[in-house]
């Protein structure tokens, strides 16, 4: 039962060029929208989010878009850095519910 | 910065043993979390705990389970008699407030094997 998916395994992205990592979800209750970042060795760190009453957010290099009904997001990293290579979870949630759903996740690496 | 402990990072045991599984949360955060991701999945939900009782589980966490703050500082996760299935990388989270609305914080998980 995938609510959440993220269809890309993996990215490969230049250094200095726009990175967008997908994410879908099936279940229209979802409300609020996360992306984590997670390192090896290291639990998730949260990286944006948005809520499902706006369609973008943006924090310095990240932008997270939403569109309620394709029910998919992107998170963008622009320019990308070599320091952004991580794993990156899409997580969403219901409202009045403390846990997240997450997608498999997608591997990005940015080459120098 | 504050950040979530665990400990161990990796715990091996045998099928059917009894494992315990801690984390020290954030120290003012009041909702506590554990998530597991078996290898080349998804993590997925299993407890959290609020108020020193468990406030939303999943299917997952079955009888087996079971979560405790046995003082102010430790949150553990228990499992009684381990499954070959229970191999995963188990992470406790905390956050100040009871939505998602407030960041939940990961701590860097534990590896469990059971052989």
């Known amino acids: 039962d995938q609510q959440v998916k993220q269809n890309s395994p993996s990215l490969s992205v230049q250094e200095g060029r726009i990175s967008i990592l997908n994410c879908d979800y099936t279940n229209s209750m979802f409300d609020y929208f996360l992306w984590y970042k997670k390192y090896p060795a290291e639990g998730p760190t949260f990286l944006i989010s948005?809520?499902?009453?706006?369609d973008k957010n943006e924090d310095g290099r990240f932008t997270v878009f939403l569109n309620k009904s394709a029910k998919h997001l992107s998170l963008h990293i622009v320019p990308s850095q070599p320091g952004d290579s991580a794993v990156y979870f899409c997580a969403a949630s219901a409202p009045g519910a403390n846990n997240l759903f997450f997608g498999t996740g997608t591997r990005l690496t940015v080459i120098p | 910065e504050p950040e979530v402990t665990q400990t161990p990072s990796h715990q091996v045991t045998q099928m059917g043993q009894e494992v315990i599984l801690r984390c020290v949360p954030i120290?003012?955060?009041?909702?506590f979390y554990w998530y597991r991701q078996i290898l080349g999945q998804k993590v997925e939900f299993l407890v959290s705990f609020y108020n020193n009782e468990i406030s939303e589980k999943s299917e997952i966490f079955d009888d087996q389970f079971s979560v405790e703050r046995p003082d102010g500082s430790n949150f553990t996760l228990k499992i009684r008699s381990t499954k070959l299935e229970d191999s995963a990388m188990y992470f406790c989270?905390?956050?100040?407030?009871?939505?998602?609305?407030?960041?939940?914080?990961f701590g860097p998980g534990t590896r469990l094997t059971v052989l």
């Open positions: 948005i809520s499902s009453i706006k």
């Open positions: 989270a905390s956050s100040l407030g009871t939505s998602a609305y407030n960041e939940q914080f």
């Open positions: 120290s003012n955060h009041l909702y």
